[in-house]
């Protein structure tokens, strides 16, 4: 392994009491392949990358997902300390929450099952694909060279299907009680931070939602339906009263009756980042109300309803399980729940999410959370790359941009790593062959921006 300077281990240093000596020599080299591998993320590719493919114990490398001894929620954990330590030190923690498919097929795969392709699907033609469902918390944090919020993979869970709980004997856990489990999880990592979950419409649930506000409350904000039952609080009890306590009070007009409401009051706003759109103007109202459903628990909670003047989108309705936050907060925290999405797209299109070749229990459950968690490593590496000097940005003349993308951020990393002696070569031959800088200075950029 090649001698890292310090911006390098400044991040690696303290994942290092994961593993024993050995086995942290192997991960080094595999995260460093990882970063500067094109395409293909198999343990094949990145040996071949790195000049090993004579390695005789290549074998250990593969071990290393299958067999070797170390727990990816302690590696979670120190990776959500390094992204807090660097991007969110206080206030509020933002989570989004999402679930993703990776598509994967061969009988030998392990809680592999057929799911609704969200990519391919439409409101009106619904499309299946075979793979694995992985459920993705991730920090959204402000980059500061980046000019706006990433969504930063910390904590990656494997949800399997239905059948494979069955023919495994074990309690099936649905989507919603996986996300609880992992949030509750978070929060006895740092009990004294306040969560706050940006979630899309799929966890709308009540049961879910009123669970996370019992004990020590975890704040959802998510999307609600224009049909939702809103009602007022119950009225208190008086003395002497008789009969079981009321759960509900007077019914509220309907959200899609609000809409069409004259004298309902919208407010004019400017987000300052809404899906993509700097400074984009909406208008919207607000009020607390009781969800509430007679074979379901009750949750109480803001709702703000949003509308666009030049009605391009559609109106839309978020709630709050926290009453206390403000609607400004709620309508300039929720679009950063956009940014998940984005952060799937990059680690398939950079980071080789679905190029993985393994199907043994323990390789599947740990390969692509180490490959989205990667996403965060080298925005973390890059961060410090940044801060040391200028930031490459990577334009063309139909492509114009000022502020850094993911895409950079791997170059920047991948630019420097090439410099550093890395790889194995052969001793057979010394030869020293001379490249003009412009043809090594394309190559390198190629390299570097290859995905």
């Excluded at 023919?167 to 740092?190: I, P």
């Excluded at 409350?217 to 998510?222: C, K």
């Excluded at 790359?385 to 063309?396: D, F, K, T, Y």
Aim: net charge positive; glycine share 6%.
């Amino acid at each position: 392994m090649f001698k890292a300077p310090k911006w390098f281990t400044d991040v690696i240093a303290p994942f290092a009491e994961m593993f024993t000596r050995p086995t942290w020599i192997n991960a080094q080299t595999l995260l460093v392949g990882s970063i500067l591998a094109p395409h293909k993320r198999t343990v094949s590719a990145l040996l071949t990358l790195l000049g090993l493919s004579d390695e005789a114990g290549f074998a250990r490398f593969h071990r290393f997902l299958s067999r070797a001894n170390w727990s990816p929620l302690q590696g979670s954990r120190l990776l959500l300390g390094q992204l807090l330590a660097a991007f969110v030190p206080d206030g509020p923690l933002l989570i989004g929450l999402d679930d993703t498919l990776e598509r994967r097929r061969g009988k030998k795969i392990a809680a592999r099952g057929i799911y609704r392709d969200p990519v391919r699907s439409s409101h009106g033609h619904f499309v299946k694909a075979s793979g694995l469902r992985w459920l993705s918390l991730m920090l959204l944090a402000p980059i500061p060279q980046a000019g706006r919020v990433w969504a930063l993979p910390f904590l990656t869970a494997l949800v399997p299907s239905s059948r494979y709980s069955q023919a495994q004997g074990k309690r099936h856990r649905t989507l919603t009680d996986m996300a609880y489990g992992l949030l509750r999880l978070v929060q006895r990592w740092l009990p004294e931070r306040k969560i706050i979950v940006l979630a899309d419409g799929g966890f709308a649930v009540q049961e879910w939602l009123a669970r996370l506000r019992s004990a020590q409350p975890i704040t959802v904000i998510t999307r609600l339906r224009l049909d939702a039952a809103l009602y007022d609080l119950p009225p208190p009890r008086t003395s002497g009263q008789i009969g079981r306590p009321r759960l509900r009070g007077a019914r509220q007009p309907s959200l899609a009756a609000r809409l069409h409401t004259p004298d309902i009051g919208w407010i004019k706003t400017r987000i300052q980042h809404w899906y993509g759109e700097l400074g984009r103007e909406v208008e919207w109202c607000s009020g607390t109300a009781l969800w509430y459903h007679s074979a379901r628990k009750s949750v109480y909670g803001r709702w703000v309803m949003v509308r666009d003047p030049l009605d391009r989108f559609q109106t839309q309705v978020l709630f709050c399980t926290d009453s206390e936050i403000s609607a400004d907060d709620i309508l300039n925290w929720f679009p950063m729940r956009w940014q998940v999405e984005v952060t799937f797209e990059e680690s398939r299109a950079h980071l080789g999410v679905e190029t993985g070749r393994g199907w043994a229990a323990p390789t599947i459950a740990r390969t692509t959370p180490l490959l989205l968690g990667l996403f965060s490593i080298v925005t973390l590496l890059a961060q410090r790359l940044w801060s040391q000097g200028s930031v490459e940005i990577r334009a063309s003349a139909w492509y114009s941009k000022t502020l850094p993308t993911f895409s950079d951020a791997l170059a920047t990393v991948r630019r420097v790593l090439w410099r550093l002696p890395t790889f194995a070569v052969s001793r057979s031959s010394q030869d020293t062959v001379k490249v003009p800088r412009q043809v090594f200075e394309r190559m390198s950029d190629a390299l570097c921006y290859a995905a």
